[in-house]
């Protein structure tokens, strides 16, 4: 088993920044691949980032390109997210993900493990 526990969300201004952290612990050896969804009210879980625990292959999501940011530090087993000019359509609960299968899974059923989500709130 491999536990995931995030940080860094809050309320921030339209324009503003933020770094989301999640850090893996645990049975982390099988992990092939780090994701970052998010989820709005009423919406579906969506992948906004992944990258592999190995390599330099990384994903991003269409709406979140050129702002946001995935990185990882192996030495510290943690995966970050760094989220620049924030709008307030990026509100959501975010939750790292942690897979097994090969590649860069994008969709939530592909991920194994989930951290327990942290909130961010970005206001107009």
């Known amino acids: 088993q491999a536990r995931l526990v995030e940080s860094g969300g809050g309320l921030v201004q339209a324009g503003g920044s933020l770094r989301l952290s999640c850090a893996a612990s645990?049975?982390?050896?099988?992990?092939?691949?780090m994701g970052w969804f998010r989820q709005a009210p009423g919406k579906e879980r969506e992948c906004v980032a992944a990258?592999?625990?190995?390599?330099?292959?990384?994903f991003y999501a269409d709406s979140v390109k050129g702002r946001f940011a995935i990185s990882r530090d192996n030495a510290k087993n943690t995966v970050y997210l760094q989220m620049n000019n924030l709008k307030p359509e990026d509100t959501a609960v975010y939750y790292c993900?942690?897979?097994?299968?090969?590649?860069?899974?994008?969709?939530?059923?592909?991920?194994?493990?989930w951290g327990q989500g942290t909130q961010v709130t970005v206001s107009s």
């Open positions: 990258i592999r625990w190995t390599g330099t292959s990384t």
């Open positions: 993900a942690a897979g097994l299968a090969v590649g860069i899974p994008v969709k939530p059923d592909e991920y194994r493990y």
């Open positions: 645990g049975s982390i050896f099988r992990i092939n691949a």
